[in-house]
């Protein structure tokens, strides 16, 4: 065959600027009924959205239709109650290697493209790092071509919007869809039906074998919305494929006809709760029903879906396992244990010893946390309310568990205790991380400390029983977004220096070090930082009123907030420089912006409060005459993956300062890191890994290790001594506690001082001087210009381990077993 030139091959699938905008008009004019002169930006981003989209799915019809030539190929499922996608039509621009001739196209339209990539409003569905994760484990795993698929839940309001009033969080509904979502398209036709309560019979059926019969109490419909997911520069097209819970029958014409209007439609209402709403904890479960109901609809959905494309691709039950690879992201979808057993058995007539088999053939676990409080368990009664077969399902492998247990450890009855999936402790509860131990063949944490203290505390019975089940994936984050779609900069003086290879082979990365020294690249580093610094000071004083100084050292936390992340520590710092400042104005300091963003869960009072106190220190320092502008301080509201994009790469300091042990991993030390800013941490999490990559002299470390903590509590930890030995701290809480910060409700800040002095956790107070000392080597370090832009060039140097497409290829090698299936 005669080879097409790349402009001819362009021309053809209508990728050149010329077809883009005959596809963006056609849009606007037969599909929206808007004249392109008049149309509104929202007009124009949903014409390029689904100018985009039918480029997306004419690869992903491609990608599939490979799949049916390939019934031996394994496929992914990537089981996940949050997917934190962020705005897609940059990326997809970028993936689809059409962002300049789209910017071109639409020199044609009245908004130009840059316009519609800032209107562009994104779905919060996720709370932080664990759907943000699984976003970026789609975007890799279709880069690397490997088929995966994503199933999650479609709710219909994401993570709330988060606005500061007077300091205090105020949280909003989050009307993702309002404006429309171009990116999905709903297959009412491929709806499952999932049933809840009941009661269970047994009977015999045609062969004389016993069986047992679910008799559901509720149906609810479950209707699958696709995402297309498009690899980088790669002709593979995945499926983010979301679930929204219907009424089986919306409108009960009985009740109408009698006049009860309200009865009508309370069914469909009841049902279509279940997808409504996140739930708004960041590892901090609640044991509500509606949550566990959320969990199970989806997670039946997702194995429906998967056993009847297994059976229309000519599989058979028994071999489920060839075809799927499934992976419970945390334990929120572990309820899919139970459910592929129940389906085997009792709907597909195997028996208990296969069936098992295939389950534990199919799953693997990824744990992602270690807080004890985040460790989900749900109380039988409910679950055997909802869920009657399942408990039966799940007291048959505990019984078969416990037997084994007792082989192995004849008379360790204590063992028999703590392995059980039932907590027997108190009110009768399931703890779905043994569940999910349980139905796995591979069990893995997030990071090397993380992993580890899971083998060795939490899950310690379990690897005595199975250790070749245990393993560490490190996590890693999507290189495409992070860097080449909000870093456009950095990105484009990376490719001048190295060529483009880089986004899909990250640890190309490393050929930066020999630029390092190169007093022309430093400096045109440099320029690329101010510029999205100045960026960055622009949507600040936009969002908050606050004017910062693009020159200052900008140090940014921005995260979850929680006390084990340890935002009041960066605040007790910030006071202490304040002190100083305040004692002697004529002191020389290095001029700060200390950025903090991030939502507290809306019931979680004290993380509330420290919001109040950074807004508060703001207020006190921002405008004070003796600070003259070196210090700032900016709680950027509503942070999420879109103002994100905006910050890391405008960020000197990364803040990663979680008390060592507590943070299982971390993905915004990665996103940081890889934008060039130097981190100041603990040896927490990935934290260790990033130092032991970028070398320790480009990383400022300090604190209690996971060890001293422990030793410290044990030995019986007394913050109240720390507080009265040390001056300085003792002025920054007392400046705290005094109401200074807060003259209407002097008491105000009590629970949080109160807290840090009598009982401190997290050992805020412990860590308290390490952290100020390790500051002023920050300080000492800004002041050498060079030296910091050297630092900074090899920390992304040497950054190229965390991709997710490493964290990918470690997942297919050692826990999938797939392979890429290529056009
Ligand atoms: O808290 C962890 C965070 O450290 C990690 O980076 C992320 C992705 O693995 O998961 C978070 N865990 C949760 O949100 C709940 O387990």
Known sequence: AESLSDAEHRTRTGLDPESLRRAVRDHLFYFQGR????????????????????????????SLDLLLHRPDARIVAYLSAEFLMGPQLAANLVNLGILDAMREAMTAF????DRLIDHEEEPGLGNGGLGRLAACYLDSLATLEVPAIGYGIRYEFGIFNQQIRDGWQVELTDKWLHLGYPWEIARPERAVEVRFGGTTEGYTDADGRYRVRWNAAEIVMGVPHDTPILGYRVKTCNLLRLWRAEAVQSFDFASFNVGEYGRAVEQQVSTETISKVLYPNDASPQGKALRLKQQYFFVSCAIQDMLRSHIRFGGTPDTFHHRWAAQLNDTHPAVAVPELMRLLLDEHGLEWDAAWEVTQ???????????????????????????????????????????????????????????????????????????ACAGSHAVNGVAALHTDLLKTQVLADWVAMRPDRFHNVTNGVTPRRFMVVSNPGLSGLITAAIGDGWPSRLEALRELERFADDPDFRARWRDVKRENKQRLAAAIEQRTGIVVYPDSLFDVQVKRIHEYKRQHLNVLHLLTLYRRLKADPSLDIVPRTVVFGGKAAPGYFIAKLMIKLVTAVGALVNDDPDVRGRLKVVFFPNFNVKVGQIIYPAADLSEQISTAGQEASGTGNMKFALNGAITIGTLDGANIEIRDEVGPENFFLFGLTADEVRLRKAAGYDPRAVYESNPV????????????????????????????????????????????DCQAQVDALWRDGEAWTRASILNVARMGKFSSDRSIRDYCERIWHVEPVRA
Not at 49 to 55: E, N
Not at 110 to 113: F, N, R
Not at 740 to 750: E, G, H, I, Q
């Open 729 to 772: 701290l003792r002025g920054v809480i007392d400046l705290i506690a005094s109401g200074a910060l807060s003259p209407d409700d002097p008491s105000r800040f009590r629970p949080l001082v109160d807290g840090l002095l009598w009982h401190d956790p997290f050992m805020v107070l412990a860590d308290f001087q390490a952290y100020v």
């Open 110 to 113: 009245p908004h130009d493209l």
């Open 35 to 62: 004249h392109p002169a008049t149309a509104s930006v929202n007009d124009c981003y949903l014409a390029v959205a689904y100018a985009v989209r039918d480029r997306l799915f004419q690869h992903g019809v491609q």
């Open 361 to 435: 053939k199919t799953f693997g676990y990824t744990n992602h946390t270690l807080l004890p409080e985040a460790l989900e368990t749900w109380s039988v009664d409910l679950f055997g309310a909802l869920l009657p077969r399942h408990l039966e399902i799940v007291y048959e492998i505990n019984r078969r568990l416990v037997d084994g247990v007792r082989r192995v450890y004849p008379g360790d009855e204590g063992r028999v205790r703590r392995m059980s999936l039932i907590d027997e402790s108190g009110r009768r509860s399931i703890r779905m991380a043994h569940l």
